[in-house]
């Protein structure tokens, strides 16, 4: 991304986003992104898609080529643990837990079925969103969280909404989706197994849901789109083109094997979940 569509871009939210303390153009940006410069916390990696290798600089460790793909990373386990220090926040899902038992009716997630079952007081639910966005040829692809158990009035407030990963690449994701989301996962294994202290007591954090449209899908768990000729993940059918369409004639296949060894939304989704479960 260069500096005139930053600035371009950075006009464009100022109109959803009037506030004072919002960046509208790159001077300001900048002086904002000084912290970023002694937050330990914000890190960028370089990714190699020859030798597939995560590196800290731009010069790949292995090849020793340049390198051009980029993402950066904020320490999930940094964000929940200052989002859930602050007070109101947390008054907030303290008093949203208390609700799990209090009502037999369906109002909200926490009076689901699900939910009682695999959900306590100490145990945290979150819901997973990726998408990618285009700007003047630029591509992004974004993973942002959300904790479902504050009320819904302020689930989806942009304050409430955490921002791990970012991935910049000028051309197509040709990269290796599944190598770029480890340091992500390690550290939800920890918020899963181990959990956060907070305010005297130990939280851990399921996941509840996963929200992606049907490419940032594909991408995240290794499969091929709708309009491939592989494109089923519950069978190996192999479709034949026909006109502007792909069919399946025949109906009769073996039955796919998910990869939960190598790829981390399945491995990760096989311990969090089940097939009685919603994802």
């Keep these: 991304m260069n500096f005139q569509t930053l600035n371009d871009l950075l006009n464009f939210l100022y109109l959803f986003n009037k506030d004072d303390s919002f960046p509208r153009n790159i001077y300001q940006f900048k002086k904002e992104i000084n912290y970023c410069k002694t937050n330990e916390n914000i890190k960028k990696y370089y990714v190699c898609n020859i030798c597939n290798l995560i590196n800290k600089t731009q010069i790949c460790d292995k090849c020793k080529s340049k390198l051009k793909d980029y993402f950066i990373y904020n320490s999930i386990i940094s964000l929940i643990n200052e989002k859930l220090n602050e007070k109101y926040f947390f008054e907030n899902l303290k008093k ?81 989706f599944n190598l770029v989301t480890q340091i992500l996962f390690e550290e939800l294994k920890y918020l899963q197994n181990i959990g956060i202290k907070i305010f005297e007591e130990i939280y851990f954090f399921k996941i509840y849901t996963i929200i992606a449209d049907l490419p940032a899908r594909c991408k995240m768990l290794d499969c091929i789109q709708f309009n491939g000729y592989n494109s089923c993940n519950f069978c190996n059918i192999t479709g034949k083109h026909d006109g502007k369409k792909i069919i399946f004639p025949n109906l ?23 097939k009685d479960n919603c994802y």
């Excluded at 209090?102 to 007081?121: H, P, R």
């Excluded at 998408?131 to 819904?152: E, R």
């Design 96 to 176: 949203y837990k208390k609700k799990i038992n209090s009502t037999n009716y369906l109002g909200d997630i926490n009076t689901s079925t699900k939910y009682k079952k695999y959900f306590n007081e100490n145990t945290i639910a979150y819901c997973m969103n990726c998408d990618g966005i285009t700007i003047k040829k630029n591509n992004l692809i974004v993973i942002f969280i959300q904790i479902l158990d504050i009320d819904s009035s302020n689930r989806y407030k942009k304050e409430n909404v955490l921002l791990p990963m970012i991935f910049f690449k000028k051309e197509k994701f040709k990269f290796n």
């Design 252 to 274: 009769i296949n073996t039955e796919r094997i998910s990869d939960t060894k190598t790829n981390n939304f399945k491995k990760y989704l096989n311990i969090n979940l089940n």
